[in-house]
Each structure stands twice: as C-alpha cells, then as structure tokens.
C-alpha cells in the first residue's frame, strides 16, 4: 500500500491542502487564506500544521508542496527549473525541507529573446492537466492575477509567456477613473456577455490597451455603456488585449483552460469569438500534478 | 486699449489662473490645488475669487476658463465641439456663465469607427501652440495622466486619440507587484536614461503591455534590474506602448510636445530613438490658446 500524500498549493495570498488518493484525486481538501505574505519568517512548519496538523501526525506521510512557498519570501527557496523541462526534470529537482518527508516542487524559468520568465506552481497544474487529459503536446492558459501561456511539446514545457491581466483588471476596477462610471464592486461582478465580448472586440480591434481602455470611459459619458455593464466590458478589454498578440489558430488543437468556472468561462467565451476551440479543467489539475510526482518518485524507489 | 483678460485653466486637480497680456503672454500667474473634484456643488465662482479676487475686481476684465471646468461635474457644462474643428468653431462655442465676462471653452469630441473620444482644456494647449508656432499642419501630442495626440490640418483638429499612459504609470508605480520591487516613490523620480530607453525598446518589441510590465519584475528578480532604475524602466515601458501603435514616419514634420519640463524630455527621448523629430512647447500654449480666443472675440465685435 503506497504512503498517505498531503498535497499543498501555497500562494501569495492563499494556502489550499489534500489528503490526495492514487492516481491524485482529493479524497478532503482544505483553504484558508494564510497565504506566504502572511506567515513571519520560521513560521511555515506551524503555518501548515494549523491547517492540517491532524493528517501530518502520519509520520509517514509524503507532504509535497507547490506554488510561491518555493520562493525567495517563501519557506525554502526552490531554484526554479529552466525550460524546455519536463515533469521527470521537475520530479528529480524537488527541494527537500526534510528528506524523504516534505519537499517543494520547484518552479520554472524560460527566456524570450534574454529576457526571463518565471512561474511557480503553474508548471504542477500543467503537468497535472496533461496527465488528466493524457495529453503530451498542447498550448495551455492559466488565466488569473499573472495570466501564464505555456506551450508543452512532447511532455516537456518548451515556453510560456506571463501576462499581468487579472492585476490590470483589478486596478483600472477599483483605482482607476474608470471605476467612477463602473457600478460598486460585488464579491465575483455577474457578467454581462454582451458588453465582455464587445470589449474582446474592440481590444483586439485596437491593438493598444492604453488606448483601448480609455473608451470605457467615453462609452459611459455618451450613454453607450451603463455602470453594471462596465466592469464586463473591462474584463473583456484586457482579456482580448492578451489574446490579441499571442496568434492563435483556429486550426490548432483546442487550448486547455485551467481555472476556476468564472474564469474558464470568461475565456471560452473570448476564444470562441476568434474561432478558437478550448477544454478546461479546474482546480484538481494541482492534485493529479503533485500524485504523478509523488507516484514518480515511488516508481523510483 | 484692450480690456484685461484673466485665463483660467480648471483642472480634475488643480486650478490655474494668469493675468494674460495681448497676445497672450502670461504677466502674473497662480496656482492652487484646488482642482474640480474640491469644488462643492454652486461653489465655483467663490472658489475662483479666493485665488483671484483682486483682479477679478475689475469689472471689466474677460474672464475666459478651460478645462474640465466645462464638464458634467464642472461649473457649468459646455457642450463638446465636433472633429473636424478649428479655432473659430471652438471660439463661436463658448459657454457664457456671466455673458460677455466670464465664458468656458468647449472640449472636444471625435470618434474612431464610432467609439467616442473626448478632451477639455487640450484644445486650448493646441491651438496656442499653432498660434506660438505659427503652425497650421502638425502632430501633437500632451502627454500627461491621459495623454492625447492630435491631429492637426489647415487649422483644424482633425482627430485625436486618449492614451492613459500617465495612468497606468501611477497605478502600476504604486499599487501593483512591481511597486514592490521598486524605490521608494520621490516627488519627481529621477531619470535613469538608459533604463528608461531599455524599456521604450522592450514595449515596441514585445507589442503587448501586460506582458511587457512584467519584465519589471523578472529582470528585478535576476539581478538585471536594481530598485532605483526600475521607475524609469517602467516609465520607458509604457511611453514605448503609447508610441508602438502611433506609426510615426520619421520623414514627417516633427512631434510638437506640449508639457512640463520632466515629461517632455521624456518623450524626447522616446521619440529620438524611434528617430522622430521633436519640438516643445511648455504651459504658456494654454494662455496663448485663452489669448487668441479673446483676439478674436474682439476682432469680432
């Protein structure tokens, strides 16, 4: 019978743990918000263990950590592993906390044309959504704060590209003139489809969000676009802004979403209007890519 | 001899005002920070005496305002002037909140395959600047919080174009993850000319801002970018972005840039490594734009 493993996403803002079956389903999971810029320096091992400090009494337990604890303000720092890698070249870089017990998986660097790109905890999910579609070449979007774009050939990640397209939105939304015209801001804004696929439109129409986003306001002063409808259009702008430069086909194999259901939505919506096809998975992408580690490193064994 | 002319330039921040010699040279000037926003609703005429009561004393004096003065949230709203439009038609639009003393200019609007766009107080800047210039065909462009480029033919505002490159800047200087990997903010961050050009290059190159602000932080990361440079990298980024989608020839009439001294030498320099041509114009077009206007209402008469 193979060890008990305790999966860990620990973010900047968050920290999500799983009691994780074979072959990386999540038999009870667990959120709080206790993300890394919330723990003080030392305190990671009492962090985690006031989450989930009853499944780490089994000694035995395999504890396999992803996400920005791997950072230089994370517990340990994990060297990121540079691109093209795959999940073998991840597996065999882990970051032992304690050896044979708790490890990080660490992140991953890639370069375009010298200038470098990062990510953390993405490269798990990617390898999690290959392992769950049985797919080893596709190009894949993590949409959310910083927006990943990751090209996989072969099962190895070749390249990806970060676009700060949720950490845009979410400062025009709330700090920017553009919030004035926009209704108050709800927990998850509905979306208005309409007015989210004119703002796609007008984005890729455009090709300069600087500019594009000035007609948010303008819309609003001419009674084109109304204060509930805005922060739709808004969304659509700067989703349509990252989609704009990336070239997609609609020839190609269909891109993998992996995102909650407001945000999968929100890009199977933008990629169908450029004729772009799509599949998504959710949040156990994380879980399934931590199992094939862990069942990789028994493999080894 | 002509009578005294107060210009008023009423701003969302600020307000100015100057006594205006023919032909529109400003022979005293003041400023407070007392822009629209700080106005109470029917406060304005109270608000305009405390900087400039003594002069407005003189019954007899022009008293000519710009500026977003003239907005739904102003003193008294002035309807927006269509594109194509030229000094005359602005001039033959004044909104008189005391008629015959006290009028507001119009703004500007102008649409893009029927998105709207508007101005209020840069069409005063641009005509001053013909005027100064003695030009009646250029490209301008006002940088600033929402930067405008206008285009100018026979004395006429054709079009123009917002780009909220002053916008962004802030947001992103101050309120985003890059802030974090950054100096403190000072009262005018120094240039660091070649940080600031790396980034101009970056932005044309890359042709996508949310992907390119994320630079900031990678190269931060890997030691190729120190904390005191990376306001002027990012300040070079989005100028880059503003100027990528413009098409500037570099065998046309040079950019008039009207600004304050620290912004125009910016766009200097962006506009010289994309080998366009340059001149400036300071805060004096807005008097000489106020200038003309009352010239020719007394020619008029």
């Known amino acids: 019978m193979s060890r008990m493993l305790i999966g860990v996403d620990w973010g900047t803002s968050s920290l999500r743990v799983a009691r ?19 723990v003080p320096p030392g305190g990671f091992p009492a962090a985690l263990a006031d989450v989930c400090g009853d499944w780490l009494r089994n000694r035995d337990a395999l504890v396999l950590v992803c996400g920005m604890a791997g950072s230089q303000q994370g517990w340990v720092e994990a060297p990121y592993c540079a691109c093209p890698a795959g999940f073998a070249d991840v ?10 017990r ?56 070749e390249r990806f590209s970060t676009f700060m397209t949720g ?12 919030a004035r015209t926009m209704a108050v801001e709800t927990a998850e804004d ?24 000035f007609s948010t306001r303008t819309r609003s002063l001419f009674g084109q676009l109304d204060a509930g409808a805005a922060p739709s259009y808004l969304s659509g702008l700067v989703i349509g802004e990252e989609l ?7 020839n190609a194999g269909p891109v993998v ?19 772009v096809r799509s599949r998504s998975i959710g949040s156990e992408a994380t879980w399934r890519g931590l199992g ?9 064994q």
């Open 20 to 38: 994780i079956d074979r072959p990386g389903d999540a038999s009870e999971e667990r959120a709080v918000p206790n993300g890394i810029l919330s």
């Open 91 to 100: 597996a065999a870089h882990l970051k032992w906390v304690e050896p044979g």
């Open 102 to 157: 708790i490890a990080i998986v660490p992140g991953m660097r890639c370069e375009h044309d010298g200038m470098p790109d990062v990510m953390r905890g993405e490269e798990t999910q990617v390898f999690g959504a290959l392992s769950l579609l049985a797919m080893s070449d596709a190009t894949l979007v993590l949409p959310g704060t910083h927006s990943k774009w990751v090209q996989v050939s072969d099962g190895r990640i």
């Open 167 to 178: 950490e845009f939105f979410a400062l025009l939304r709330r700090h920017s003139i553009l």
């Open 190 to 213: 509905a979306l208005d489809e309409h007015a989210f696929s004119d703002g796609v439109h007008y984005a890729m129409h455009t090709g300069n969000l600087l500019a594009a986003a």
């Open 244 to 250: 704009r430069s990336l070239q997609l086909s609609p």
């Open 257 to 275: 979403i992996i995102a909650n259901e407001a945000l999968t939505h929100r890009y199977e919506v933008a990629l169908s209007l450029l004729d």
């Open 292 to 300: 094939a580690i862990a069942r990789h490193l028994e493999n080894a």
